[in-house]
C-alpha cells in the first residue's frame, strides 16, 4: 500500500481549477494507496479560512471538507518548521507528494521523490522519481 501526502496549495485545486483530485488520483494510480496529510497542513488551511476572504477561503473550507470526507489519514509532527520542510522530511520515509509548490517540487525532484502535479490546469499527473 503506497502513501500519498497532499500539500496545502494541492487541497485548493478542486475550488481553483475545479479539478476533482481525489478522482484524478485514482485515475493515475495503479496501486493501492492511501491518503495522508500532516497536522500543519490542516493548520495553514485553517489560517488561510480565518485570515482571508472570498476564494481562497472558499477553496480552503472546501479542502478541509473534502480530507474529511475522504477520510485523510494525519501524520502527526512535532517540530515547527514550515510545512514545505515537515512535508520533504516524511516524503523521504516512503510516501508520494502531491503538490504544486515549484520549491518543493524542485526537491523532491533531487531526492528522487515521486510526485504528483496538475498538469494542463485541468488533470493530474503522477511524476515518477
Request: aromatic share 6%.
Amino acid at each position: 500500500m503506497k502513501k500519498i501526502l497532499l500539500d496545502t496549495n494541492f487541497l485548493l485545486i478542486p475550488y481553483q481549477f475545479k479539478v476533482d483530485i481525489f478522482s484524478e488520483i485514482q485515475r493515475i494510480a495503479d496501486f493501492k494507496y492511501e491518503i495522508y496529510v500532516v497536522d500543519k497542513t490542516v493548520d495553514e488551511l485553517k489560517k488561510i479560512i480565518g485570515k482571508q476572504k472570498g476564494k481562497d477561503s472558499k477553496a480552503a473550507i472546501l479542502g478541509l471538507i473534502m480530507l474529511e470526507q475522504k477520510g485523510a489519514k494525519m501524520v502527526k509532527t512535532k517540530e515547527s518548521k514550515d510545512v514545505d520542510s515537515l512535508i520533504l522530511n516524511e516524503a523521504k520515509k516512503g510516501y508520494i507528494v502531491a503538490t504544486q509548490d515549484a520549491e518543493l517540487k524542485r526537491k523532491l525532484k533531487k531526492a528522487g521523490i515521486s510526485h504528483i502535479v496538475l498538469k494542463g490546469k485541468s488533470h493530474l499527473a503522477l511524476i515518477e522519481a
